[in-house]
C-alpha cells in the first residue's frame, strides 16, 4: 500500500471515530465518566473545571444547605463559566454514601434541546449526553434537560459529569454540589362538611305535565249523613203563613160562584129598570 494510500486510511479512521462520539458519549464511558474518543490523555484536565449544572432550582434549608424532593421533577441545566465552549458532555447522578449510579433518578429530553439526547447507559433513561453530530461540530454554551429525583429514603446525592472542549482538552469524573433529601411532599387533607344542625328537606316540584292523565277526586273528609230535602216548588199563589187560619177546602169556588150570580142578577135588574122606564 502507497504512503498516500495509508494516509488516507488513517484520516478516513479518525473522522469515524469523530463522527461517532459525536453523536454522544459510548457506553464505555457510562461507568468511568471519562471521555473514550482518539487522542485524550489518560487524565484529563487537572485544572478547576469551567462548567457547571446549574442547582439554583433546588430549595435551601434554613443553613443554606440544597434539598430535592424526593419524585420532584426538575429543569436542569449544564452550562459554561466564562467566554468557553464545549462540544461534549455526560451527566449521571450518583449516590454520596457509595459512589454508585442512580437507577431510579431518571432524565428526559427537552423538545427544543436539538443538541442533547438519553446516553447508552443502563439502566434505561439514567444518563444524558450531547447530540451534535454533523460537522464541523458545534460549540456549545449550554444545554437545558428534566431530571426526576429519586424517591424518599434515597438520601444525600450529587450529579457527576464529564465534558470536553476540544479533541486534546476535557475534564473527566467532575462533582456537582451535594443535593441532600428533603422532606417528601405531603397531600392536603380533605376536611369533611360539618353536618347541618337541622337537615334541610329537598323540595322537588314536579313540571306540569303535557299529557291530561286520568282524572282524580281529592279525598274528603267523612261527614255525618244528612237526608236530602228536594228543593221547594215555588207556587203561583202566596204563601201562606203557618200562623194564618187556614179556610176548609171548597171556599175559593163557592165565592167565585156567588160572584157570577151576583153580576147576573145586576144585568136582570138593569134591563128591568129599562123596560118600567
Known amino acids: 500500500m502507497s504512503l498516500a494510500a495509508s494516509v488516507l486510511v488513517l ?60 419524585g420532584g421533577v426538575y429543569t436542569l441545566t449544564f452550562r459554561r463559566m466564562g467566554d468557553v465552549t464545549f462540544r461534549g458532555f455526560l451527566v449521571r447522578a450518583r449516590l454520596a454514601a457509595d459512589n454508585s449510579f442512580l437507577t431510579n433518578a431518571p432524565f428526559a429530553m427537552i423538545a427544543s434541546q436539538t443538541n442533547t439526547r438519553i446516553s447508552s447507559c443502563e439502566p434505561a433513561n439514567s444518563g444524558i449526553t450531547h447530540s451534535n453530530a454533523q460537522l464541523p461540530r458545534v460549540e456549545l454554551t449550554e444545554v ?10 434515597t438520601g444525600t446525592i450529587f450529579f457527576g459529569f464529564a ?56 279525598p274528603t273528609e267523612e261527614t255525618p249523613s244528612v237526608a236530602t230535602v228536594p228543593p221547594a216548588v215555588p207556587s203561583s199563589s202566596p204563601t201562606t203563613p203557618d200562623n194564618a187560619t187556614t179556610e176548609p177546602e171548597g171556599t175559593e169556588s163557592t165565592a167565585s160562584a156567588s160572584g157570577v150570580l151576583f153580576s147576573g142578577l145586576s144585568i136582570l135588574l138593569a134591563m128591568l129598570a129599562t123596560l118600567l122606564l
Not at 14 to 30: K, Q, T
Not at 144 to 153: C, G, I, L, Y
Not at 193 to 204: F, G, L
Open 163 to 218: 465534558v470536553v472542549q476540544t479533541q486534546n482538552v476535557y475534564w473527566a469524573a467532575q462533582m456537582s454540589a451535594m443535593l441532600e433529601e428533603g422532606p417528601a411532599p405531603t397531600a392536603t387533607p380533605t376536611t369533611p362538611a360539618e353536618p347541618s344542625a337541622t337537615p334541610i328537606p329537598t323540595v322537588v316540584t314536579p313540571e306540569p305535565s303535557t299529557t291530561p292523565g286520568p282524572e282524580t277526586t281529592a
Open 11 to 70: 484520516l478516513l479512521a479518525c473522522l469515524y471515530a469523530a463522527d461517532a462520539r459525536s453523536g454522544g458519549a459510548p457506553a464505555a464511558a457510562c461507568g468511568t465518566l471519562m471521555p473514550d474518543l482518539p487522542g485524550h490523555t489518560a487524565n484529563g484536565q487537572t485544572d478547576p473545571v469551567p462548567y457547571e449544572i446549574d442547582l439554583t432550582v433546588f430549595d435551601e434549608d434554613e443553613n443554606g444547605t440544597l434539598q430535592y424532593t424526593p
Open 144 to 153: 437545558r434537560f428534566q431530571w426526576t429525583a429519586p424517591p424518599a429514603d
